[in-house]
């Protein structure tokens, strides 16, 4: 079992900044998969950015250049830095892992941009 916890969450205006944390209960450095998703109201839950290990960083069209997404093993934390954020980007944020053998997701931190 993995449990994972979100953090950093909360409003912010158009055009600032903010850094949601997604810890792990356990080691990351065996996990396959890491990613961010979000998911507005109304709407379905998308992918932000994902992070495979040993693959290419991908992130989604509305917030490439804008994003960063990272992980630090050490820490058992990946990051999601979110820059120039836009009153779209106003959703539930939620970390999901693939360890290799099972899937885990967080609780969710909610983003709020005001305009």
């Known amino acids: 079992q993995v449990q994972l916890v979100e953090s950093g969450g909360g409003l912010v205006q158009a055009g600032g900044s903010l850094r949601l944390s997604c810890t792990a209960s356990?080691?990351?450095?065996?996990?396959?998969?890491m990613a961010w998703y979000r998911q507005a109201p109304g709407k379905q839950r998308e992918l932000v950015a994902s992070?495979?290990?040993?693959?290419?960083?991908n992130y989604a069209d509305s917030v490439r250049g804008r994003f960063t997404i990272s992980r630090d093993n050490a820490k058992k934390t990946m990051y999601l830095q979110m820059n120039d954020v836009k009153p779209e980007d106003t959703a539930v944020y939620y970390c999901?892992?693939?360890?290799?053998?099972?899937?885990?997701w967080g609780q969710g931190t909610q983003v709020t941009v005001s305009s």
């Open positions: 999901h892992v693939f360890t290799g053998f099972n899937d885990y």
């Open positions: 356990r080691s990351t450095f065996t996990f396959t998969f």
């Open positions: 992070l495979p290990s040993g693959g290419n960083i």
